[in-house]
């Protein structure tokens, strides 16, 4: 924007910056404002970043066959459009020569 090679709000002589360094200052902000509304020092926080699957799956008989009974819906609305007309590759009908 008008010739500054970046933002113009963050191109001044006295005070250059990017926008990357105001939002990791506005996150730190934000985030030391939250402790102090927690009453919870920095030092108190732990975070964990590591994720293990617990399981896979559906979590009772009633979901697994409503996903089965999405599927075959699905599967039998497929191939009704495939009987009618043929499917281009991007999804779309083609009948005739001609897309719907």
């Keep these: ?11 001044s002589r006295l005070w250059s910056t990017t926008l990357a ?15 102090a509304e ?5 030092t108190d926080v732990i975070v964990v970043n ?4 617990v399981a896979f799956g559906h979590a009772s008989d009633a979901e697994r066959e409503l996903a089965s ?3 075959e819906t699905m599967c039998n609305n497929n191939s009704l459009k495939r009987t009618q007309g043929r499917i281009d590759t991007d999804g779309s009908e083609i009948s005739a020569g001609r897309r719907r």
């Excluded at 200052?25 to 934000?30: A, E, L, V």
């Design 21 to 35: 360094e105001l939002r990791s200052i506005r996150f730190r902000y934000r985030l030391l404002e939250a402790l």
């Design 50 to 53: 590591d994720w293990e699957a």
């Design 69 to 71: 009974a999405i599927a």
């Design 1 to 11: 924007m008008l010739g500054f090679h970046g933002h113009f709000l963050t191109k």
């Design 38 to 42: 927690l009453e919870v020092d920095e």
